[in-house]
Antibody, heavy 122, light 106 residues
């Protein structure tokens, strides 16, 4: 059964870079059938897509975050990572990673990791 | 940018049918999917490609999508179905989520 686990600092200072890693177990991140994505959820609010990556390194990002986001993949470690630069308090959220089922007309996310809370504060 | 609109809350009595709507411009021309999120838990996919159910999702969950509205229907709603529900679609290589609907079973 595929499992995803987010990891990284729970506290980041304003203006610094948030860095998270998602470790995939029970399946290969190099599968040609799937993409891999990041989604976040501010406390008490809704879901926001951050971006998606293929094992080849092909990426696409939320236009509202694109200037600050980098998603990368490490197939040797079966991991993919998120970097979000110049963070502010508005970036405080639970960050989820998920497997993406991608087609030319749609994406959906299944399954999701447990999520990790990242707080932006001095 | 594309937007999806959901009612903030829906209430239903146990055993009755709950309908949660998701509206967007020509949403019926796109695929919609739905996630269930219980407090303190990660979202779980309950419907994809408008009406398909992943394995393990009860048959009481169904979906439809036409015109400008996608609908998640829960037949014979149970107390365990009380949760937040989010619709999601894909537009111009961008993933879009609705704002979420809190379903109360009372």
């Amino acid at each position: 059964q595929l499992q995803l686990q987010e990891s990284g600092p729970g506290l980041v200072k304003p203006s610094e870079t948030l860095s998270l890693t998602c470790t995939v177990s029970g399946g290969s991140i190099s599968s040609s059938s799937y993409y891999w994505g990041w989604i976040r959820q501010p406390p008490g609010k809704g879901l926001e897509w951050i971006g998606t990556i293929y094992y080849s390194g092909n990426t696409y990002y939320n236009p509202s975050l694109q200037s600050r986001v980098t998603i990368s993949v490490d197939t040797s470690k079966n991991q993919f990572s998120l970097k979000l630069s110049s963070v502010t308090a508005a970036d405080t959220a639970v960050y989820y990673c998920a497997r993406v089922i991608h087609s030319v007309t749609t994406d959906w996310f299944d399954p999701w990791g447990l999520g990790t809370l990242v707080t932006i504060s001095a | 940018s594309y937007e999806l609109t959901q009612p903030p809350s829906v209430s239903v009595s146990p055993g009755q049918t709950a309908s949660i709507t998701c509206s967007g411009d020509k949403l019926g021309d796109k695929y919609a999917c739905w996630y269930q999120q219980k407090p303190g838990q990660s979202p779980v996919l309950v419907i994809y490609q408008d009406y398909k159910r992943p394995s393990g999702i009860p048959e009481r969950f169904s979906g439809s999508n036409s015109g400008n509205t996608a609908t998640l229907t829960i037949s014979g709603t149970q107390a365990m179905d009380e949760a937040d529900y989010y619709c999601q679609a894909w537009d111009s290589s961008t993933v879009v989520f609705g704002g979420g609907t809190n379903l109360t079973v009372l």
